[in-house]
């Protein structure tokens, strides 16, 4: 939902909706799915679910506090800076790991790499951060695709492209 208003589709306006949704779905949501993937032995699926979990959570804090608090904005717009930047290389040593995974990880993680890193520009260039949107888009529509994917295959017995197996490295 971020990405709508990152690629000028929404207005900024849209932002309260985009926390609660954030701070629900993207947050507690995956935090949750990521303790539930640790339980079950999925290490990889628990730290990236909890990791992406706990970061919209503190994106919604950032975002909140920003509101209440006008005076923080040009801090934590620098702050929103390094954030994306390291987030984007958190991101890159989990798009490694999917390189033995699939191919619809392996999507959804690079182009999150890329998302993060045009994030991080985008505090200085609109440009960049519109095109962070439009990379942060196709990055959602991914793991929505994954998500249904995995699904399918589990439920249905349906395999849909990308859920193979890959070993890269």
């Known amino acids: ?5 990152t ?6 306006t849209f932002i309260p909706t985009v926390m ?11 935090f949750v799915a990521g303790v539930l993937e640790l339980i079950k032995g999925n290490t990889f699926g628990g730290t990236a679910f909890a990791s992406y979990g706990a970061f919209w959570m503190g994106w919604f804090l950032l975002e909140y506090l920003m ?3 006008k005076a923080l904005f040009v801090t934590a717009q620098t702050g929103k800076t390094l954030w994306c ?10 798009f490694v790991v999917t390189c033995r995974k699939n191919g619809c990880l392996m ?25 962070a949107g439009y990379f942060g888009f196709f990055c959602g529509s991914s793991a929505i695709y994954a998500a249904f994917a995995f699904l ?12 193979a197996p890959v070993h890269y490295i």
């Open 1 to 5: 939902m971020l990405m709508f208003v």
């Open 7 to 12: 690629t000028t589709w929404a207005e900024r």
């Open 20 to 30: 609660c949704y954030a701070m629900f779905y993207g947050g507690f949501g995956q």
């Open 67 to 69: 509101i209440t608090n």
């Open 85 to 94: 930047g390291l987030w984007s290389f958190l991101t890159l040593g989990f």
């Open 107 to 131: 999507t959804i993680f690079s182009t999150l790499v890329i998302t993060f890193a045009l994030l991080a520009g985008g505090m200085h260039s609109e440009k960049c951060e519109q095109a």
């Open 152 to 163: 399918y295959k589990t439920e249905l017995g349906i395999s849909l492209p990308g859920v």
